[in-house]
Structures are given as C-alpha cells and as structure tokens.
C-alpha cells in the first residue's frame, strides 16, 4: 500500500503537468495572441442557383468570431494587425428540392450554404490556407424558409464554424 502511494505521488504531478498542454476544445493557439475575422462578402448571386440572403454575410461573421473567442485563449481585434487572419466569401446560398412526393413535387427541401476561407497566421509558417466550407439543413417542403431560417441557419453556422476552427487551430 505504501507502494502505491509512492508512486502516485510521483506520477501525479507528472500527469498533471502534461495535461496542461491540451485543451478540451483541441485548439491550438501557438503563441498567437489575437485574432481578426473580416466582413465576409455574400457573392452567392454570382453562383448559379443561389439567392442573395440579407445580412447573412454579417450573422455569419459574428457566428465565426463566437466560435473562435468561445474554443480558444484568443482575444479579437479589428485593427488589421492580428496574429491570426480570416477572410473570405459567401459563394453558395441555395435551396434545392430533396425529395419527390408520388405527385412529382418537393416533399423535402435542402438550404446550403458555402463560404470560401482564407486564413493566414502571423507566427507560423506554412499553415495558411484557401479553403471552401459548405454545410446544409434539409427542412419539409410544405415550410416556409423564413420560419425555420434562425433554426437553419444556426445548424448550419455551427458546423461551418467548427470545421473552420478545426482546420486552423485543431493540431490534432
């Protein structure tokens, strides 16, 4: 018995000190301290099929720098000197039929949406990235898009967000 507590005395401190390393979110931060997210364009007319949403491009801004000051030790700033740098555009604002009734109509309806990521690190090297992120929500076509668009749009946000924060600051 004595043993045992012997070597959990040493070990302890050991594990405790290695678990300092991670976080739970899985972001990796570096020695960046701060981070800007620009205005992202709705250019999603200029993509056959999509429609122009109004003040999407700013609800989604805003969902992205909620994501980033919510997972990680960063602070936001927006005078253009920021360690970390994201950028980019809405490109893809559809709504599609899903599936058909026997009567040859929409039974289900899919909203996507796409926006194209540029992201740049000030201290380190050989991690920036162009990257296009696209989720969707399918929703019953007997609904109107504006009484579930808050709903949409949150699903559909939270998961773009995600993978954008996964894919630049997850160092998994």
Known sequence: MIRIKKILV???PIIM??????????????????FQV????????????????????????????NRIQNQSSLDLV?????DLLYE????????SPMTATAEQTAAQN???M?????????????????????????????????SIRSEAHEIIFERITQDIFNASLADW
């Open 114 to 146: 796409a926006v194209k990521v540029r992201f740049y690190n000030k201290t380190k090297e050989n991690v920036d990235f162009e990257q296009r992120f696209s989720f969707f929500f399918d929703y019953d076509a007997n609904t109107q898009l504006a």
């Open 88 to 95: 980019g555009e809405i490109v893809e604002y559809r709504i």
């Open 38 to 65: 620009s205005y992202f364009q709705n250019y999603a007319t200029q993509n056959p099929g999509s429609t122009f949403e109004p003040q999407v491009d700013r609800d989604f801004q805003q969902a992205l720098q």
């Open 110 to 112: 899919r909203l996507s």
């Open 17 to 34: 000190l290695s678990c300092g390393v991670y976080n739970f979110t899985g972001g990796n931060v570096g020695t960046a301290k701060t």
């Open 78 to 82: 927006n005078n253009g000197n920021a």
């Open 10 to 12: 040493f070990l302890l």
